[in-house]
């Protein structure tokens, strides 16, 4: 079956950086787009970066854009989100994501805490 699982997030000083990591399975992880959202309490899910299966294309929400980088390695099915310059709106549970079939998979969630 589908399995998406994040690395552990943290608490993280304004200003710092993080990189998230997504180990997947159960399907073939070089064939599909991934992405990365984000959920701040009281707000809706948001998108947060997404990557083509070959790593070629990326996209990114304009409030992480200059911050935050995507990248994937289809030989360990991996696929990491590299913040910096984080800041205290960036606090968020953050969710690794794809979709096949017209259908959703999500990892647990990691929770990411911009705070001094």
């Known amino acids: 079956q589908v399995q998406l699982v994040e690395s552990r997030g943290g608490l993280v000083q304004p200003g710092g950086s993080l990189r998230l990591s997504c180990a997947a399975s159960g399907f073939t992880f070089s064939s599909y787009a991934m992405r990365w959202y984000r959920q701040a309490p009281g707000n809706e899910r948001e998108l947060v970066a997404v990557?083509?299966?070959?790593?070629?294309?990326?996209n990114y929400a304009d409030s992480v854009k200059g911050r935050f980088t995507i990248s994937r390695d289809n030989a360990q099915n991996r696929v990491y989100l590299q913040m910096n310059s984080l800041k205290p709106d960036d606090t968020a549970v953050y969710y690794c994501?794809?979709?096949?079939?017209?259908?959703?998979?999500w990892g647990q969630g990691t929770q990411v805490t911009i705070s001094s």
């Open positions: 994501n794809t979709v096949i079939l017209s259908k959703n998979y």
């Open positions: 990557i083509s299966s070959a790593g070629g294309s990326t």
